[in-house]
C-alpha cells in the first residue's frame, strides 16, 4: 500500500482513489502518506475483515489529525467490516468527525476559489473585456436608456467615452473602431482629451514648472 500511495502522491492526474481494505497499521500510514497530497479528491476505503487487524481508536485518531492537514479531499468514504450495533457504534464517530473536517475543506476551497475569481476580475484584460461585452451585446440593455445603463455601471467621464464610442460606431464606416483594439483606443483618446479640469489644470502647472527648472 505505501508504494500505491506514494505514486498517488508523485502523480498528480489522480483525483480518485479507492483502496479496498485497510487494516489499522495501514490506516495510519494512509494518513502519514496523504497528509502531504495536493491532488486527490476523493477517498474510499473499507475496514479489513481480519478481527485482529480491525481499527482501533489509536488508528483511527492518528488519521483523523493527518485528514485536518488536507487540503483537497473533498469526499471521503469507508466501509466497515461488518454491521453489527457494536462496530457501527465504534465507528459512528469516526464518521461524524471525518465529515466535519471534509466539509471544512469545501468550505475553505470555495471560499479560495471566489477570492481567485474576485482578483481576476480586477485585472485590466477582464475589466475591458466586459466593458466591450456591455457595448457589443445590446440586447441585455436594449430597452433601457443607454446613459441611464451606464450611469448604473460607470464614472461619469468613461460614461461618456463609451457612450461616444458608440455613436461613433454607428456612424464609422470603417471596422478598425470595431475591433478591441480599436474600440480601447478610441476610449483612451477620449479620456485623455477630455480631463477634469482640476486634472489639465495640474498637468498644466507640472509643465510650466519643467520649463522654469530648465531655465
Same mark, same amino acid.
Given at each position: 500500500? !505505501?508504494?500505491?500511495?506514494?505514486?498517488?502522491?508523485?502523480?498528480?492526474?489522480?483525483?480518485?482513489?479507492?483502496?479496498?481494505?485497510?487494516?489499522?497499521?495501514?490506516?495510519?500510514?494512509?494518513?502519514?502518506? !496523504?497528509?502531504?497530497?495536493?491532488?486527490?479528491?476523493?477517498?474510499?476505503?473499507?475496514?479489513? $475483515?481480519?478481527? &485482529?487487524?480491525?481499527?482501533?481508536?489509536?488508528?483511527?485518531?492518528?488519521?483523523?489529525?493527518?485528514? #485536518?492537514?488536507? @487540503?483537497?479531499?473533498?469526499?471521503? @468514504?469507508?466501509?466497515a467490516s461488518e454491521k453489527t450495533p457494536e462496530n457501527d457504534e465504534g465507528h459512528k464517530m469516526f464518521k461524524k468527525e471525518i465529515e466535519f473536517i471534509v466539509k471544512k475543506i469545501k468550505k475553505e476551497n470555495k471560499n479560495l476559489s471566489e477570492r481567485e475569481?474576485?482578483? /481576476?476580475?480586477?485585472?485590466?484584460? =477582464?475589466?475591458?473585456?466586459?466593458?466591450?461585452?456591455?457595448?457589443? =451585446?445590446?440586447?441585455?440593455?436594449?430597452?433601457?436608456?443607454?446613459?441611464?445603463?451606464?450611469?448604473?455601471?460607470?464614472?461619469? $467621464?468613461?460614461?461618456?467615452?463609451?457612450?461616444? !464610442?458608440?455613436?461613433? /460606431? /454607428?456612424?464609422? #464606416?470603417?471596422? &478598425?473602431?470595431? &475591433?478591441? /483594439?480599436?474600440?480601447?483606443?478610441?476610449?483612451?483618446?477620449? $479620456?485623455?482629451?477630455?480631463?477634469? =479640469?482640476?486634472?489639465?489644470?495640474?498637468?498644466?502647472?507640472?509643465?510650466?514648472?519643467?520649463?522654469?527648472?530648465?531655465?
Amino acid at each position: 500500500m !505505501l508504494r500505491v500511495l506514494e505514486a498517488c502522491n508523485v502523480n498528480k492526474n489522480i483525483k480518485k482513489l479507492t483502496l479496498g481494505y485497510v487494516s489499522a497499521k495501514c490506516l495510519k500510514l494512509m494518513g502519514d502518506t !496523504l497528509n502531504s497530497n495536493s491532488n486527490i479528491e476523493k477517498l474510499k476505503f473499507q475496514e479489513c $475483515l481480519d478481527p &485482529t487487524k480491525r481499527w482501533d481508536k489509536a488508528s483511527k485518531d492518528s488519521f483523523i489529525d493527518n485528514l #485536518k492537514t488536507c @487540503k483537497n479531499l473533498t469526499k471521503v @468514504k469507508f466501509e466497515a467490516s461488518e454491521k453489527t450495533p457494536e462496530n457501527d457504534e465504534g465507528h459512528k464517530m469516526f464518521k461524524k468527525e471525518i465529515e466535519f473536517i471534509v466539509k471544512k475543506i469545501k468550505k475553505e476551497n470555495k471560499n479560495l476559489s471566489e477570492r481567485e475569481d474576485r482578483l /481576476q476580475s480586477c485585472t485590466n484584460d =477582464e475589466m475591458f473585456e466586459n466593458i466591450l461585452k456591455l457595448i457589443e =451585446e445590446k440586447d441585455e440593455h436594449q430597452k433601457m436608456p443607454v446613459r441611464k445603463f451606464f450611469n448604473n455601471t460607470f464614472g461619469s $467621464l468613461l460614461n461618456d467615452a463609451i457612450f461616444a !464610442l458608440m455613436k461613433k /460606431q /454607428q456612424k464609422s #464606416k470603417s471596422n &478598425t473602431i470595431f &475591433t478591441m /483594439q480599436g474600440s480601447i483606443r478610441f476610449v483612451a483618446h477620449y $479620456l485623455q482629451d477630455h480631463l477634469p =479640469e482640476n486634472e489639465t489644470h495640474a498637468d498644466s502647472e507640472d509643465e510650466e514648472g519643467e520649463e522654469t527648472d530648465e531655465l
